[in-house]
Every structure is written in structure tokens, then in C-alpha cells.
């Protein structure tokens, strides 16, 4: 498990569509390192936004946060992923920006 922390720049709603025609609501995080100009993608997974975790980032947008995230990596396609762990809540926030 990684954690990556900086500061929280969007949450964005990422949604489809299932095979019985229901939306899927999920989000992504984008957090900007303390260093460098690289931000990071985060994953929520559908379970994570309807326990109420992409409100609670919502909150801390422009402020500084962790989070635990799980990589992904698929070396054949070169594609990574950083998706969040557990509830996908904040675990801490270190400093104001």
C-alpha cells in the first residue's frame, strides 16, 4: 500500500452506465504533489462514494490531505492506476495551503 498526499485540486464525478442499464456513480481525486507539477488520479470506487468519501474530499478541496491508495499497473498496455483503499476517506491533513 502507497499513500500519496499533496493537495486535493478536483474531485470529479466519473459515472457509466452497468449491463442493467444503472448508473455507477464513482470519482476521481486529483491531488497535486507538495513537489513537482505531476498530479495524481485517485480512484474512488462506487462503494467508497456512496459512503459519503467524495463529499468528505469535496470539503478539503485546496487544502492538504492523504490518502492510502492500492497501484495498479498493466506493463502490456502501459497503464497505471492509483485507486484508493478501504473507505477512501482522507486520513489526514497536514497542513493548510
Same mark, same amino acid.
Given at each position: 500500500?502507497?499513500?500519496?498526499?499533496?493537495?486535493?485540486?478536483?474531485?470529479?464525478?466519473?459515472?457509466?452506465?452497468?449491463?442493467?442499464?444503472?448508473?455507477?456513480?464513482?470519482?476521481?481525486?486529483?491531488?497535486?504533489?507538495?513537489?513537482?507539477?505531476?498530479?495524481?488520479?485517485?480512484?474512488? &470506487?462506487?462503494?467508497?462514494?456512496? @459512503?459519503?468519501?467524495?463529499?468528505?474530499? &469535496?470539503?478539503?478541496?485546496?487544502?492538504?490531505?492523504?490518502?492510502?491508495? @492500492?497501484?495498479?499497473?498493466?506493463?502490456?498496455?502501459?497503464?497505471?492506476?492509483?485507486?484508493?483503499?478501504?473507505?477512501?476517506?482522507?486520513?489526514? @491533513?497536514?497542513?493548510?495551503?
Amino acid at each position: 500500500m502507497l499513500t500519496i498526499t499533496g493537495e486535493v485540486r478536483k474531485v470529479l464525478d466519473d459515472q457509466y452506465k452497468n449491463k442493467q442499464d444503472q448508473e455507477v456513480k464513482q470519482a476521481i481525486l486529483v491531488i497535486e504533489p507538495p513537489h513537482g507539477r505531476q498530479n495524481y488520479e485517485v480512484f474512488l &470506487s462506487a462503494r467508497q462514494v456512496q @459512503s459519503g468519501a467524495k463529499d468528505a474530499w &469535496s470539503k478539503l478541496i485546496g487544502k492538504q490531505a492523504s490518502v492510502p491508495v @492500492s497501484l495498479f499497473v498493466n506493463h502490456e498496455y502501459r497503464f497505471y492506476k492509483f485507486n484508493a483503499v478501504g473507505n477512501g476517506m482522507p486520513t489526514s @491533513s497536514t497542513r493548510s495551503a
